[in-house]
């Protein structure tokens, strides 16, 4: 429809119909074969509140987005079609690695691929919309939604979130796009207190801007139509109801002109954080905070007409609310095509060849060999598995929209085809040391099970269970060579057995590759290349803990002292740092070359980096780059992450790489909230991993 129209089309709205586009219902309502339990069985709609909604939440599959369409448009008077939304956070019916895991890629290209086959299988199943990405910043190991994340680095944060959008969207938003991206949560939903699931959030103005916000910015330049508000409060403001936030800060600050969308009754919940009386009051203040889209509070059905009559909310307001929406489904071609693929629905296109040989290629780059003790791996000889991963297909993860488990193989099912694999049936402790006799090396697979993290499953305790610690020293101390692969949806402490383990690979959640791309890099077909995303503590005591973290007034120096930043108890670094991991090809650098030592602020700084692959594997590495400003106008971390590139050398090669850095990227959100570069010394620091690296200073000056 021509932009000029959909004002006309506005104008024949009735006050009704206009409300009506403002709010989402859950699909279970529109399907006869529905059971409606739980919170779900107390909403008591009319035919007319169900078919005046604007869009419609999980519905699963094309038949019925098709059904429902057909049959809303045929009761629509004005036949504005419906939004079809869904949580498609790592593919849709062919499984990706959980998002934690794809950021240990640092493959911002893999990430759009990866976005692109889960949009052909979003638009084959009739989803118009996706809650992705999720680019909340992922600091505390108990948090249970570290699993959706992009982890704990800014940097990595926003390239990554920039990729997912035009993967889903495409270069822009059009009717050729298959989804639309819906970033979330914004804002600061990682940063809840103690980890715990929906709790208090206290966060500085600044630290918002610096390190919060620059995913989400990235987000919205990458075309982002939607954004989804938080559950959280920020400034002691439940952010769903928080005019600074939304109508200053995303819509003004960061320039976001597209649809803002409630997270799930969270417009309602500003009761529960007594910032309202009634639903009354919550749609007012969500409606006055700019929030378009209110789903399934009912509080804009129940409440928005008599608030717009009595002249509370001025129908102006809504206009522009319902204008966002008007213009989001003319842009994505719904009116000229409201059923985009489900007609023609290509049945090839769901969990096809090629998404599965690419969610392969996604997890082959997702799993971190985080140690590797006399290059134990990869396996040459014959060696056992055992654990309780081996006998399930359950590799999803959490979350996983409609995961197919039936074209999942098991561990064990993959792993038998090979001569050289005894599987031992898994008994937990109760197993017999002689079952492992016929070999000198066991490979186990343990850890978190998928129901342990996810949203509201924050932990106080993350180790591996008791017995799964047992298992590991009960094997060490036979004389075997004890291998650990741990499944998780966060980083667990594993602190109480990597000394008993010589080598472990953090596999997070792969999906549907998960066992081959397992058997593949341990017998080393793939050469494992990924970097963790989020340290690894080594208790849960040091909770949040993260890399770029800052010196403070007394940093623990080298020396012994005891008025210093420290723990009596505990080192204060994790247990495995943001950007560690391990190849098979064991690369160096060499050295960096760099052009001059002082630059201004209009120019790029250049790293030449030489890498050598000594050995006979070829594989990829990633060269990271941190700086550190010497002396700036507010604390600053001691490494920052400013560049990454995932590199391939053939074996035994030596390569040089050009890393580029604007000078003026060295800058920061000063205590005014402007952006600014300090004129003086900075580290640049280039490493393959945060911790060992090599150092050179440079200046910026005029
Ligand atoms: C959930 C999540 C959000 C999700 C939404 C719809 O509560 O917080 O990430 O997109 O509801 O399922």
Not at 638 to 657: D, H, I, Q
Request: proline content about 3%.
């Amino acid at each position: 429809m021509q932009k000029e129209a959909i004002l006309d089309l506005l104008n024949e709205m009735t006050i009704e119909e206009k409300i009506g586009q403002l709010v989402q219902l859950s699909g279970v309502f529109y399907l006869d074969d529905s059971e409606i339990t739980g919170p779900l069985a107390s909403y008591e709609l009319t035919n007319e509140n169900k078919y005046s909604v604007g869009s419609i939440i999980g519905v699963t599959t094309a038949e019925n987005a098709l059904k429902i369409q057909t049959e809303y448009l045929e009761q629509s008077r004005l036949r504005i079609p419906l939004l079809f939304m869904a949580d498609i956070i790592h593919g849709v019916n062919t499984i990706y690695p959980v998002p934690i895991a794809m950021a240990c890629s640092f493959n911002p290209k893999l990430i759009k691929e990866m976005a692109t086959f889960s949009g052909v299988e979003a638009a084959n199943t009739g989803v118009h919309v996706t809650f992705s990405p999720m680019a909340d910043l992922a600091r505390d190991a108990r948090w249970g939604r570290n699993m959706e994340t992009n982890g704990e680095d800014p940097y990595l944060n926003k390239i990554l979130a920039e990729n997912y959008v035009k993967g889903y969207q495409g270069s822009s938003l059009s009717p050729n796009s298959n989804l639309i991206s819906c970033v979330k949560h914004f804002a600061g939903y990682g940063l809840v207190e103690s980890g715990r699931e929906y709790n208090y959030v206290d966060v500085s103005e600044r630290v918002l801007h610096e390190f919060h916000y620059p995913a989400y910015q990235e987000a919205i330049k990458a075309g982002a139509r939607m954004v989804m508000s938080s559950f959280n409060t920020i400034n002691s403001i439940p952010v769903t109801v928080n005019q600074k936030i939304i109508k200053g800060d995303l819509r003004s600050n960061l320039n976001f002109k597209g649809v803002v969308i409630s997270d799930w009754s969270a417009i309602t919940e500003a009761i529960h954080h007594k910032l309202a009386t009634d639903s009354k009051d919550c749609a007012r203040l969500a409606c006055e905070a700019t929030i378009d889209i209110d789903m399934m509070s009912m509080a804009y059905q129940d409440n928005l007409v008599e608030l717009v009559k009595s002249g509370e909310i001025c129908e102006q307001q809504i206009n522009q609310m319902v204008l966002r929406i008007l213009h989001l489904k003319n842009d994505y071609g719904l009116f000229e095509n409201p059923f985009k693929n489900l007609k023609g629905v290509k049945k090839h296109a769901v969990k096809s060849p090629d998404i599965i040989e690419n969610t392969k290629k996604v997890a082959a780059e997702s799993a971190i060999l985080l140690k590797n003790n006399d290059s134990v791996l990869p396996l040459k000889t014959k060696f056992a598995i055992y654990g309780k991963f081996t006998e399930t297909t359950d590799y999803f993860g959490p979350w996983s929209w409609q995961g197919d488990l039936k074209i999942v193989k098991s561990i064990k099912a993959v792993f038998s085809n090979n001569n050289d694999v005894i599987h031992v049936p898994y008994q937990g402790m109760n197993f017999d040391l002689q079952d492992f006799d016929s070999v000198e090396t066991v490979v186990l697979f343990i850890g978190e099970n998928a129901h342990e993290s996810g949203e509201a499953k924050s932990k106080t305790n993350i180790n591996l269970s008791k017995e799964e610690e047992e298992i590991i020293k009960t094997l060490k101390s036979s004389g075997k060579k004890v291998i650990a692969v741990i499944f998780s949806g966060r980083p667990l402490a594993i602190t109480n057995v990597v000394q008993y383990l010589d080598a472990i690979i953090y596999a997070w959640f792969l999906g549907t590759s998960t066992a081959i791309v397992l058997h593949d890099i341990i017998t080393g077909k793939i050469n494992p290349s990924a970097k963790l995303a989020m340290s690894l503590p080594r208790t849960v005591g040091q909770c949040p803990i993260y890399y770029n973290n800052y010196a403070t007034g007394r940093p623990k120096a080298a020396a012994i002292d005891s008025y210093v930043s420290k723990y009596i108890d505990c080192s204060n670094q994790p247990l495995y740092s943001f950007g560690h991991g391990l190849t098979y090809s064991n690369m160096k650098i060499k050295k960096v070359e760099i052009t001059k030592s002082t630059y201004n602020l209009g120019e790029d700084i250049e790293l030449r980096v030489w890498i050598q692959n000594p050995s006979e594997y070829a594989g990829m590495e990633v060269i990271q780059v941190y700086v550190n400003d010497l002396v700036a106008s507010v604390i600053r971390p001691n490494k920052e992450l400013k560049a990454f590139e995932k590199v391939y050398l053939n074996a035994g090669e030596t390569k040089a790489f050009i890393i580029n850095i604007s000078a003026k990227e060295l800058g920061y959100i000063n205590e005014n909230l402007e952006f600014s570069t300090d004129l003086g010394e900075f580290k640049i620091m280039v490493g393959l991993n945060s911790e060992e690296l090599l150092i050179n200073k440079i200046k910026v000056g005029d």
